[in-house]
Protein backbone atom coordinates (compact mmCIF):
# COMPACT_ATOMS: atom_id res chain seq x y z
CA UNK A 1 0.00 0.00 0.00
CA UNK A 2 1.41 3.26 -1.17
CA UNK A 3 2.81 5.90 2.06
CA UNK A 4 3.84 9.00 3.01
CA UNK A 5 7.56 9.01 3.63
CA UNK A 6 9.45 11.28 5.47
CA UNK A 7 13.23 12.06 6.40
CA UNK A 8 14.92 12.27 8.76
CA UNK A 9 12.87 10.61 11.56
CA UNK A 10 14.49 12.65 14.18
CA UNK A 11 16.27 16.33 13.88
CA UNK A 12 18.45 17.92 16.73
CA UNK A 13 19.60 21.09 15.75
CA UNK A 14 20.90 24.23 17.88
CA UNK A 15 18.82 27.48 18.03
CA UNK A 16 19.31 29.68 15.30
CA UNK A 17 20.29 27.38 12.55
CA UNK A 18 18.44 26.27 9.22
CA UNK A 19 16.56 22.68 9.08
CA UNK A 20 14.84 21.07 6.10
CA UNK A 21 12.61 18.30 6.91
CA UNK A 22 11.91 16.44 3.90
CA UNK A 23 8.69 14.17 2.30
CA UNK A 24 8.02 12.06 -0.03
CA UNK A 25 3.95 12.40 -0.90
CA UNK A 26 2.21 9.30 -2.20
CA UNK A 27 2.75 9.54 -6.10
CA UNK A 28 -0.39 10.26 -7.57
CA UNK A 29 -1.76 13.08 -4.90
CA UNK A 30 -1.83 16.17 -6.00
CA UNK A 31 -2.67 18.29 -2.48
CA UNK A 32 0.30 18.31 0.24
CA UNK A 33 -0.10 19.43 3.75
CA UNK A 34 2.38 20.37 6.90
CA UNK A 35 0.96 19.91 10.38
CA UNK A 36 2.87 20.29 13.72
CA UNK A 37 2.46 18.78 16.47
CA UNK A 38 4.28 19.77 20.05
CA UNK A 39 4.94 16.94 22.89
CA UNK A 40 1.01 15.83 23.88
CA UNK A 41 -1.09 18.29 22.20
CA UNK A 42 -3.55 18.57 19.32
CA UNK A 43 -2.18 18.26 15.53
CA UNK A 44 -1.81 22.33 14.26
CA UNK A 45 -2.49 23.26 10.59
CA UNK A 46 0.53 24.84 8.85
CA UNK A 47 0.44 25.04 5.10
CA UNK A 48 -1.53 23.49 2.10
CA UNK A 49 0.33 23.07 -1.08
CA UNK A 50 -1.33 22.72 -4.43
CA UNK A 51 0.13 22.92 -7.92
CA UNK A 52 3.06 24.29 -6.90
CA UNK A 53 2.09 27.37 -4.50
CA UNK A 54 0.85 27.61 -1.26
CA UNK A 55 -3.12 27.02 -1.22
CA UNK A 56 -3.62 27.96 2.94
CA UNK A 57 -1.50 28.79 5.56
CA UNK A 58 -2.18 28.90 9.35
CA UNK A 59 -0.75 32.02 11.52
CA UNK A 60 1.84 29.69 12.96
CA UNK A 61 3.35 29.78 9.56
CA UNK A 62 5.28 32.75 9.46
CA UNK A 63 8.16 34.31 7.61
CA UNK A 64 10.63 31.90 9.44
CA UNK A 65 8.52 28.98 6.94
CA UNK A 66 8.92 28.01 3.59
CA UNK A 67 7.57 25.21 1.24
CA UNK A 68 9.03 23.52 -1.72
CA UNK A 69 8.81 21.39 -4.26
CA UNK A 70 12.05 20.42 -5.82
CA UNK A 71 11.65 17.71 -7.87
CA UNK A 72 8.22 15.68 -8.64
CA UNK A 73 8.44 13.41 -5.12
CA UNK A 74 9.94 15.51 -2.78
CA UNK A 75 7.94 18.16 -1.04
CA UNK A 76 9.92 19.77 1.93
CA UNK A 77 9.25 22.01 4.98
CA UNK A 78 12.45 24.71 5.65
CA UNK A 79 12.75 26.71 8.81
CA UNK A 80 14.72 29.47 8.44
CA UNK A 81 15.90 30.42 11.88
CA UNK A 82 14.45 27.70 14.64
CA UNK A 83 13.12 28.58 17.77
CA UNK A 84 13.17 26.57 20.91
CA UNK A 85 9.51 26.93 20.34
CA UNK A 86 9.53 24.76 17.05
CA UNK A 87 10.37 22.02 18.60
CA UNK A 88 7.59 19.63 17.92
CA UNK A 89 6.93 16.32 15.41
CA UNK A 90 5.91 17.68 12.29
CA UNK A 91 3.83 15.73 10.03
CA UNK A 92 3.53 15.89 6.30
CA UNK A 93 0.17 14.59 4.37
CA UNK A 94 -0.74 13.91 1.20
CA UNK A 95 -4.60 13.54 -0.50
CA UNK A 96 -5.37 12.75 -4.22
CA UNK A 97 -8.82 15.09 -3.98
CA UNK A 98 -9.28 18.44 -2.10
CA UNK A 99 -12.58 18.98 -2.48
CA UNK A 100 -14.78 18.80 0.61
CA UNK A 101 -16.45 15.35 -0.51
CA UNK A 102 -12.66 13.09 -1.08
CA UNK A 103 -10.01 15.15 0.95
CA UNK A 104 -8.86 12.48 3.15
CA UNK A 105 -5.42 12.94 4.11
CA UNK A 106 -2.45 10.22 4.68
CA UNK A 107 0.01 11.52 7.26
CA UNK A 108 3.58 10.31 7.25
CA UNK A 109 5.53 9.03 10.02
CA UNK A 110 6.87 12.66 11.31
CA UNK A 111 10.46 14.32 11.78
CA UNK A 112 10.96 14.90 15.81
CA UNK A 113 12.84 18.15 15.74
CA UNK A 114 14.36 19.04 18.54
CA UNK A 115 15.81 22.62 18.87
CA UNK A 116 18.56 22.90 21.72
CA UNK B 1 -11.46 31.54 13.47
CA UNK B 2 -12.79 28.53 13.39
CA UNK B 3 -12.60 26.72 16.99
CA UNK B 4 -13.18 22.71 17.22
CA UNK B 5 -13.48 21.41 20.87
CA UNK B 6 -13.79 17.69 21.32
CA UNK B 7 -14.77 16.07 24.78
CA UNK B 8 -13.64 14.85 27.18
CA UNK B 9 -9.97 14.95 26.98
CA UNK B 10 -9.17 11.80 28.29
CA UNK B 11 -10.96 8.85 28.73
CA UNK B 12 -10.29 5.64 30.90
CA UNK B 13 -12.92 2.72 30.47
CA UNK B 14 -12.69 -0.89 31.11
CA UNK B 15 -12.45 -3.12 28.52
CA UNK B 16 -15.94 -3.97 27.17
CA UNK B 17 -17.40 -0.86 28.35
CA UNK B 18 -18.55 1.71 25.49
CA UNK B 19 -16.45 5.17 24.69
CA UNK B 20 -18.28 8.16 23.36
CA UNK B 21 -16.45 10.99 22.22
CA UNK B 22 -17.99 14.56 21.35
CA UNK B 23 -16.66 17.01 18.75
CA UNK B 24 -17.79 20.40 18.72
CA UNK B 25 -17.21 23.61 16.21
CA UNK B 26 -17.93 27.03 16.46
CA UNK B 27 -18.39 27.68 12.68
CA UNK B 28 -20.87 25.42 10.41
CA UNK B 29 -18.70 22.43 8.97
CA UNK B 30 -19.22 21.24 5.21
CA UNK B 31 -17.23 18.07 6.72
CA UNK B 32 -15.74 16.41 9.61
CA UNK B 33 -13.72 14.32 9.72
CA UNK B 34 -11.71 11.33 12.68
CA UNK B 35 -8.57 10.35 13.03
CA UNK B 36 -6.69 8.00 15.74
CA UNK B 37 -3.22 8.51 16.62
CA UNK B 38 -1.80 5.43 18.45
CA UNK B 39 0.85 6.40 21.05
CA UNK B 40 3.77 7.35 19.28
CA UNK B 41 2.44 6.93 15.72
CA UNK B 42 0.41 9.31 13.44
CA UNK B 43 -2.98 10.23 12.76
CA UNK B 44 -4.55 7.94 10.50
CA UNK B 45 -7.95 8.57 8.80
CA UNK B 46 -11.09 6.86 9.90
CA UNK B 47 -13.95 8.15 7.88
CA UNK B 48 -15.64 11.64 6.81
CA UNK B 49 -18.91 12.66 7.08
CA UNK B 50 -20.43 15.31 4.98
CA UNK B 51 -24.55 15.23 4.99
CA UNK B 52 -26.47 17.15 7.97
CA UNK B 53 -27.63 13.76 10.10
CA UNK B 54 -25.26 11.12 8.67
CA UNK B 55 -24.32 7.98 10.41
CA UNK B 56 -21.49 6.13 9.50
CA UNK B 57 -20.54 2.58 10.96
CA UNK B 58 -17.31 0.94 10.99
CA UNK B 59 -17.36 -2.87 12.74
CA UNK B 60 -17.52 -1.07 16.58
CA UNK B 61 -17.25 2.33 15.71
CA UNK B 62 -20.26 4.51 14.47
CA UNK B 63 -19.81 8.20 13.68
CA UNK B 64 -22.62 10.52 13.48
CA UNK B 65 -22.48 14.15 12.37
CA UNK B 66 -25.10 16.72 13.69
CA UNK B 67 -28.25 17.99 11.93
CA UNK B 68 -26.58 21.43 12.42
CA UNK B 69 -23.18 20.41 11.02
CA UNK B 70 -21.88 21.76 14.21
CA UNK B 71 -21.01 19.05 15.79
CA UNK B 72 -20.20 15.51 15.55
CA UNK B 73 -19.55 12.18 17.93
CA UNK B 74 -17.82 9.00 17.49
CA UNK B 75 -19.01 6.00 19.99
CA UNK B 76 -17.16 2.76 19.79
CA UNK B 77 -19.08 -0.33 21.61
CA UNK B 78 -17.30 -2.46 23.41
CA UNK B 79 -14.11 -0.73 23.54
CA UNK B 80 -10.85 -3.58 23.03
CA UNK B 81 -7.18 -2.72 24.24
CA UNK B 82 -6.01 -2.19 20.71
CA UNK B 83 -8.84 1.02 20.73
CA UNK B 84 -6.16 2.74 22.74
CA UNK B 85 -5.29 6.09 21.22
CA UNK B 86 -5.97 9.75 20.60
CA UNK B 87 -9.35 10.22 18.59
CA UNK B 88 -9.48 13.78 16.86
CA UNK B 89 -11.89 15.57 14.86
CA UNK B 90 -10.91 17.73 12.37
CA UNK B 91 -13.48 20.23 10.52
CA UNK B 92 -13.48 21.60 7.32
CA UNK B 93 -15.60 25.07 6.84
CA UNK B 94 -17.11 26.77 3.77
CA UNK B 95 -13.58 28.99 3.72
CA UNK B 96 -11.70 25.81 3.16
CA UNK B 97 -10.22 26.45 7.17
CA UNK B 98 -9.29 22.89 8.21
CA UNK B 99 -8.88 22.57 12.28
CA UNK B 100 -8.21 19.29 14.26
CA UNK B 101 -9.81 19.36 17.81
CA UNK B 102 -7.77 18.64 20.53
CA UNK B 103 -7.97 14.86 20.92
CA UNK B 104 -9.73 12.60 23.33
CA UNK B 105 -7.53 10.34 24.63
CA UNK B 106 -8.43 7.18 25.26
CA UNK B 107 -6.87 4.16 27.68
CA UNK B 108 -8.53 0.97 27.94
CA UNK B 109 -7.44 -1.29 31.16
CA UNK B 110 -7.87 -4.72 30.86
Known amino acids: EPEVTQTPSHQVTQMGQEVILRCVPI?????FYWYRQILGQKVEFLVS????????KSEIFDDQFSVERPDGSNFTLKIRSTKLEDSAMYFC??????????????FGPGTRLTVL | GQQVMQIPQYQHVQEGEDFTTYCNSS?????IQWYKQRPGGHPVFLIQ?????EVKKQKRLTFQFGEAKKNSSLHITATQTTDVGTYFC??????????FGPGTRLSVLP
Open chain 1, 27 to 31: SNHLY
Open chain 2, 49 to 53: LVKSG
Open chain 1, 49 to 56: FYNNEISE
Open chain 2, 90 to 99: AGTDYGQNFV
Open chain 1, 93 to 106: ASSEHRDSYRNEQF
Open chain 2, 27 to 31: TTLSN
